[in-house]
């Protein structure tokens, strides 16, 4: 079975501040792991995700994440937090790009001005 | 990118009336889609995996005879909820998986928000 931990329902960051969320994992497999951002009222937008290749992954509007497989951790990372960046994130796994996604109970990450 | 909608957007209905959410690739062949439900300030559940074809496989705890889904073709899925009622109210999202050359990904549609009355 896989599972995801999210440390952390809420986060708040002063605006150009870094943003850490944290991500945990459990995987009998080696895992596939998804970032997924979203808005008020809306879908998923997908920031990233690892496959297996490079331990570091970058992302869209500056975020990366790193796979460390000794600490099961999939953190989320952005050098400098926007306002825009204001939204509900949340970690994901699973076996493969193509089987069901398992999601964590999400992070909503303030910015303060 | 690859696009998946969703229709509708949002749906108010009666208790104990049924209602149809369609999920369709626009740009691609999706042999499987996935429905989610997420209520509100709560993550995002799985509730059945739809393969083109064949019948679904629901998550445990899902009533398949309430939550119809239907994949008949490569580009669409529906989700019809029977007999809605309160509780059903949520957040319906569908995703689509484009196996493609060169590619192996899903994609999210945007969401269906069903309130029931």
């Known amino acids: 079975a896989q599972s995801v931990t999210q440390l952390g329902s809420h986060v708040s960051v002063s605006e150009g501040a870094l943003v850490l969320l944290r991500c945990n994992y459990s995987?009998?497999?080696?895992?596939?792991l998804f970032w997924y951002v979203q808005y008020p009222n809306q879908g998923l937008q997908l920031l990233l995700k690892?496959?297996?290749?490079?331990?570091l992954v970058k992302g869209i509007n500056g975020f990366e994440a790193e796979f460390k497989k000794s600490e099961t951790s999939f953190h989320l990372t952005k050098p400098s937090a926007h306002m825009s960046d204001a939204a509900e994130y949340f970690c994901?796994?699973?076996?493969?790009?193509?089987?069901?996604?398992?999601f964590g109970s999400g992070t909503r990450l303030s910015i303060r001005p | 990118g690859a696009v998946v909608s969703q229709h509708p957007s949002w749906v108010i209905c009666k208790s104990g009336t049924s209602v149809k959410i369609e999920c369709r690739s626009l740009?691609?062949?999706?042999?499987?889609m996935f429905w989610y439900r997420q209520f509100p300030k709560q993550s995002l559940m799985l509730m059945a995996t739809?393969?083109?074809?064949?019948?679904?496989?629901?998550e445990q705890g899902v009533e398949k005879d309430k939550f119809l889904i239907n994949h008949a073709s490569l580009t669409l899925s529906t989700l019809t909820v029977t007999s809605a009622h309160p509780e059903d109210s949520s957040f319906y999202i569908c995703?689509?998986?484009?196996?493609?050359?060169?590619?192996?990904?899903?994609?999210f549609g945007p969401g269906t928000r069903l309130t029931v009355l």
């Open positions: 740009d691609f062949q999706a042999t499987t």
């Open positions: 690892y496959t297996s290749a490079a331990t």
């Open positions: 739809s393969n083109e074809g064949s019948k679904a496989t629901y």
């Open positions: 995987s009998s497999v080696p895992p596939y």
């Open positions: 995703s689509a998986r484009d196996g493609g050359i060169g590619t192996d990904t899903q994609y």
């Open positions: 994901a796994v699973s076996y493969s790009s193509a089987s069901k996604i398992i």
